[in-house]
C-alpha cells in the first residue's frame, strides 16, 4: 500500500509542478480574502469630446425621388418626378395600365386603392359608352324613317 501512495504523490506533485501558476490552489492566508480584479486589464473610460458626438452607424448615402401620379375619374393618369429640389419631370401622360401594373408591383394596399379608382373609371366610360350607343341607336332610327 505504501507504494500506492508513493505513486499518488508522485503524480499529484507532477500535476502541480507541469500545471499553469493561475492553476495553484490558493494558499491557506488568501482563502479568506475575496479575489480581486487585476487593475491593469481594466480599460479606461475615455473622456469625451466636445463638440458633436460621432455616429457608430453605418453612412449610406440616399437618393430622394419623389413619384407623385394623378389621375382623374376619366382614367387620365400623370406623373411628376423630383430629384431632390430639381422637377425632373412634370405633367407625363402616362397610360391607366401602366399605372396598374406598377401599382401591383409596389404594394398590394397601393394596388387595391388604385385599382378601385380605375374601376371607378371603367365604370363611368361604360354608362358614357352606353348613352352614346342609345344615342347612336336613336340617330340610326331616324336616319331609317328620312330615308324612306
Not at 11 to 31: D, H, L, S, Y
Not at 52 to 64: D, G, L, N
Not at 77 to 96: E, Y
Amino acid at each position: 500500500m505504501s507504494d500506492t501512495l508513493t505513486e499518488v504523490q508522485a503524480v499529484e506533485e507532477t500535476v502541480v509542478e507541469t500545471a499553469a501558476p493561475e492553476a495553484e490552489a490558493p494558499k491557506p492566508a488568501e482563502a479568506a480574502k475575496p479575489a480581486e480584479a487585476p487593475k491593469a486589464e481594466a480599460p479606461k473610460p475615455e473622456k469625451p469630446k466636445a463638440g458633436r458626438p460621432k455616429s457608430t452607424a453605418k453612412k449610406t448615402r440616399t437618393v430622394e425621388l419623389t413619384l407623385t401620379v394623378t389621375g382623374t375619374a376619366e382614367g387620365e393618369w400623370q406623373a411628376d418626378l423630383v430629384h431632390g429640389t430639381q422637377r425632373v419631370v412634370s405633367g407625363l401622360v402616362i397610360p391607366a395600365i401602366a399605372v396598374a401594373k406598377a401599382a401591383k408591383e409596389l404594394h398590394v394596399d397601393i394596388a387595391e386603392g388604385i385599382e378601385s379608382v380605375l374601376e371607378a373609371a371603367r365604370d363611368q366610360h361604360r354608362t358614357r359608352m352606353e348613352e352614346l350607343e342609345a344615342e347612336l341607336a336613336r340617330v340610326k332610327a331616324q336616319l331609317a324613317e328620312l330615308s324612306e
